[in-house]
């Protein structure tokens, strides 16, 4: 019992931080994530015993967070507000420029729909196929093509300055 206890506390230590990135990604909001990664360790602490190896850890957290958040859009409509401070991380040397992009992109993903957000998220971020997301988000892989397409012309329309970004660097060209 020690044993495995030590184990869930090590993947705690380990992985909350990258859990908790991409569930800022998926809700936009820190507190929001928060509570996201807060719930799905808690559902992954009471599977635990049930997971056939340590190492599946990640991959059942990180599905529990998927359709914890699914479950949330289908449970209330709520205006979303994205934080004026996104969380930091390692930029490219020009920190203006860094700064353009994260406030453009910011900008940009506050105006997608939750939903295609997540889609967003799980196909660009987390780079995962259409299939990968469909079975996640529990929806088919036609509505994952058709909500990429819709979020990125939205990308497209209200951050045209998104276009110039090279994303091999890290710099608006």
């Known amino acids: 019992m020690e044993t495995t206890e030590d184990d869930f506390d090590s993947f705690v230590r380990a992985r909350t931080h990258a859990l908790l990135r991409s569930a800022y990604l ?27 190896d340590p190492a599946n850890a990640e991959s ?10 699914v479950s ?3 449970r209330r409509r709520v205006a979303e507000v994205i934080p004026e401070r996104l969380p930091d991380r390692p930029g490219p040397d020009d920190h203006a420029a860094a700064v353009s992009l994260r406030l453009t992109l910011r900008d940009a ?3 997608l729909t939750t939903r295609q ?6 196909r660009f971020y987390e780079d995962r196929t259409e ?9 088919s892989v036609g509505t994952i093509k058709s909500q990429t397409a819709k979020a990125l012309a939205r990308m497209r ?4 300055g998104l276009a110039d970004f ?8």
């Open 131 to 139: 299939r990968e997301a469909a079975d996640l988000l529990g929806v």
């Open 157 to 160: 329309a209200v951050a045209p």
């Open 26 to 52: 998926l809700t936009g909001d820190q507190q929001l994530a928060e509570d996201l990664v807060q719930s799905a360790l808690s559902r992954t602490h009471q599977a635990w015993k049930r997971l056939a």
């Open 109 to 111: 993903l506050s105006r």
């Open 117 to 122: 957000r997540a889609v967003l998220v799980l």
């Open 60 to 69: 059942y957290a990180r599905r529990t967070m998927y359709h914890l958040q």
């Open 166 to 173: 090279d994303s091999r660097n890290g710099a608006l060209s």
């Open 72 to 74: 949330w859009w289908r």
